[in-house]
């Protein structure tokens, strides 16, 4: 590219100089090539032992499960129907404010079913609810 001595009937030079902004992305290429070994690298400590605790039951979440035929299980009990089903939440919920339900629901499930218990824990009051999958 050659510079040609500007004349007043020429317009304004309406490139952009892209030399400063390749400069700076080859900086930032180096510092990441030279900091990424850094990153990997970990320091071996030995840990002092503790005493063996046990998980807190009355914080864990519900397990609903729905199985292939549509049968409903609470913590691994089998419920009869959806009204049981919804007295039983309200009835956890009164024990916990922050009771979380986790909801297990085979693959073959018609998802009319599912939205019908899903409605059933929001009518119960539950708000926090989660999806249990498994990763393929």
Known sequence: MAFKPQSDNEGAMSEINVTPLVDVMLVLVIILLVTAPLLTQSVHVKLPKTAETTANIEDQPLQ??????????????????????????????????????????????????????????QHAGIAKIAFVTVEE
């Open 64 to 121: 609903l499960g729905i199985d292939a035929q549509g049968a409903i299980t609470l913590n691994k009990q089998a419920i009869a129907d959806l009204s049981a089903l919804e007295t039983i939440l309200k009835n956890e919920l009164v024990k916990n404010k922050e009771v979380a339900l986790h909801l297990y629901a085979d693959q073959a499930v018609v998802y009319k079913k599912v939205a019908e218990i899903m409605a059933t824990v």
